[in-house]
Nanobody
Framework: QVQLVESGGGLVQPGGSLRLSCAAS????????LGWYRQAPGKQRELVAI???????IYADSVKGRFAISRDNAKNTLYLQMYSLKPEDTAVYYC?????????WGQGTQVTVSS
């Protein structure tokens, strides 16, 4: 069964940190580009960060220097380490696994940054 399962979201104060995880079934991990996206209420889903099969990373300008994406191919797990969180980071965060022919999404995990 093909699936992506996110975890690690929650409520955090401004300036705090969280680490998101995305566990993937083996068939959609090692040979796929992986990414984190987010969607805030009333807004379109947007790219946060992606990591390619050879480890190249790309970040949205809004998270550069604060977020770090990584992948553990042995554990079929994608991570997003988030530091210095801001209220505007509040959103549902989704992981995505894709090739040029197909894309899979997780169900999302809520991140709320509030005092």
């Amino acid at each position: 069964q093909v699936q992506l399962v996110e975890s690690g979201g929650g409520l955090v104060q401004p300036g705090g940190s969280l680490r998101l995880s995305c566990a993937a079934s083996g068939s959609i991990f090692s040979g796929y580009t992986l990414g984190w996206y987010r969607q805030a209420p009333g807004k379109q889903r947007e790219l946060v960060a992606i990591i390619t099969t050879n480890g190249r990373t790309i970040y949205a300008d809004s998270v550069k220097g604060r977020f770090a994406i990584s992948r553990d191919n042995a554990k079929n797990t994608l991570y997003l380490q988030m530091y210095s969180l801001k209220p505007e980071d509040t959103a549902v965060y989704y992981c995505k696994s894709e090739t040029s022919n197909v894309a899979y999404w997780g169900q999302g995990t809520q991140v709320t940054v509030s005092s």
